[in-house]
Structure formats: C-alpha cells, structure tokens
C-alpha cells in the first residue's frame, strides 16, 4: 500500500502512509446563536450534517466534544484583530498555521495579501506534507477560462496558490464526468457556461469524486465557497438551497468514507451564510469537525492557527 508515499520510503513508512485526511473547506460558515430567525442554519434540512456532527449547527447545540473518533470544536476565527475576518487572511491562517492576519495588521481579502505570500509559499499544508514524501490533491475542478485568467493576471486565489507553490496539480472541469475533479457548486450548474462539456450531476455524485480522490492521498482538499456568495447575497431562500446542497453532499461522504483509513475535517475560515440580517461577514465562531482515526489530533484545536499543524502532526504520527 505504497500510494500515499514518494519512493524513497522505507517499509515502515509505507505502513504508516496507508491512512490519509479528507479536509471539506467550507468559506463563509459561522455559528450563531440558537433561536434567530435570521439563521438558515437553524431552519434548512440538514440531516447529513447534524449526523456528521452529531448535533445541531448554532453555538449553544456545536458544543465541543472529545471522544476518540469525533472531535468538535469551535474556532475562533478573529485572530486577535479588529474588523470583519476576510478569506484572503483566514484562508491563508487556516491553510499555513500561520496567523497571517497579524502578519498583515488587519484582515484582508478575498486575495491573499502580498505579506502573507512567503508564509504561504513556505508552510502551506501541501508543501508541509510534501517535504516528508506525502502527497496531497486539491479536488476542485476549474474551467478553461480559470487557466487563461492567472496566466494573464497572476491573481490566485488562496488555495490555488498553494497549489502553485507547493506543485499540486489544479484539475479541470474536463476531469468532471471521470470522477477525477468536483465542481465547485457540487452539481456541474455553475460550470456549464464556461465549459458545456461539464455535466450536470447531483451531490452524492461528487461526494462519490471526492471520497475516491481522498482514498489515493495521504491529504485532499475541497473548497466549497458557495455558502458565502449566499451569505453575500443575504437571501434566505437561497441559503437554504445552498446549505442543503452541501448537506447532501457531507451527508454522502460521512456515509462512504471508511474513519480507520480517512478522516474527515470541516471548517470555515470566518461566519458570513449564519446571520443573513447583512451581506457581510461576521465575528462568528466557526466550526471544526474532525471524524476517524485522526480526530484526537485536532481536540485542542482553539483558532484557526491550529488546523494546519494538527494535519501535518496527525499524518506525522506512526499506525
Ligand atoms: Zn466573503
């Protein structure tokens, strides 16, 4: 079972390089109190997520729990600055367990600041994980148009810079209907104007993609950031959708990932699609949720600082 693991591995390691994690980035998903109205979160059917959690989606419900395979908890994700947490920031921070927010003196976003570039460059998770032989995917697919854009601009996103620094392929929305890449929007909807090849599909469809990727590597990344837009847009029959689509879509992973060979991490980088009362987002804690073999490693997990380094201490750790 050597398919996590460079070569130059000894036996030992190829033992140890058997289980891997599976990280749903979930942009713009905060936790607010129980009992507002404004709160889709409290009001959408979300089966799949209150059995993946195994409770409820407000602060009061989300309390942290320690058990050996689900750990919860609620990060904060202000990292020690003033103002509203942007993604260009959040992201970073959740991706290098660096506080790049401190770096730059304020939360920025949604880009990543030019501060914060030798931070992600030098400690992003896939470039961590890299450097000791294990290797990771990010499962989003792009369109063509994506490829022409940063060639011409050179603006990346947060985790698609990652990728560039630490030389993990970016896959295309042609890789779609091989279950080799998942649609950002989990159902092909959003691609099919870029690129009509793309096909629709439902939600278990890319929970099938996704799980079957996160199989073959030590560590695999999806980002979803379709709950933010909503929370930008602050209407509630759309959040709804939003967050039931992503419920549907969890729910399918939770039921098909084997916890003794993946687990399962979700988090946020700051609240937004949980107060709809404005298009903004907020100072919200996040959620974290990490289920299977790894969970223990991210119980002391407080900030958004800590996401990284407990991935990296979790595939570092012996079967
Ligand atoms: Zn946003």
């Given amino acids: ?14 033992n140890d390089a058997t289980r ?4 749903v980035f979930v942009d713009g998903l905060g936790l607010g109190e129980a009992g507002q109205a404004f709160n889709p979160l409290l009001h959408a059917g979300l089966d799949g997520l209150r059995s993946l959690a195994s409770c409820g989606w407000d602060s009061d419900s989300f309390s942290s729990l320690e058990s050996p395979d689900l750990v919860r908890r609620s990060l904060d994700a202000n990292l020690g ?8 920031t959040g992201q970073a921070t959740l991706f290098t367990g ?16 030019s501060l914060t570039r030798p931070a992600i460059s030098k400690h992003n998770i896939f470039s961590r994980l890299e450097s000791r032989g294990l290797q990771s995917a990010f499962a989003n ?6 490829f022409d854009y940063v060639e011409r601009t050179d603006r990346w996103t947060v985790t698609t810079r990652c990728c560039l620094d630490a030389g993990v392929r970016i896959r295309r929305s042609s890789e779609i209907a091989g279950r080799a890449a998942v649609s950002a929007d989990l159902t092909g909807l959003g691609l099919r104007h870029p690129d009509p090849s793309v096909p629709l599909h439902d939600e278990t469809f890319s929970a099938d993609t996704f799980s079957g990727i996160a199989r073959s590597y030590a560590f695999t990344l999806f980002e979803y950031f379709m709950t933010d837009k909503a929370g930008h847009r602050a209407e509630y029959p759309r959040a709804i959708q939003v967050l039931e689509s992503l419920d549907r879509f969890l729910g399918a992973v939770h039921r098909q990932l084997d916890y003794d060979q993946t687990t399962l991490i979700v988090t946020s980088d700051h609240g937004n699609i949980e107060d709809l009362r404005t298009g903004v987002h907020t100072r919200n804690p996040v959620p974290l949720i990490a289920r299977g073999w790894a969970a223990e490693h991210f119980r002391n997990a407080d900030t958004l600082t800590d996401v990284a380094p407990a991935i990296d201490a979790a595939l570092a750790t012996p079967r």
């Fill in 20 to 23: 891997g994690i599976a990280f």
């Fill in 1 to 14: 079972m050597a398919r996590f693991r460079r070569s130059k591995s000894g036996a030992g390691d190829l």
């Fill in 81 to 88: 600055v003033e103002g509203l947490p942007q993604s260009g």
């Fill in 98 to 113: 660096v506080n790049c927010a401190q770096l730059v003196g304020r939360h920025h976003g949604p880009y990543p600041h």
């Fill in 141 to 146: 697919a792009y369109p063509p148009q994506f």
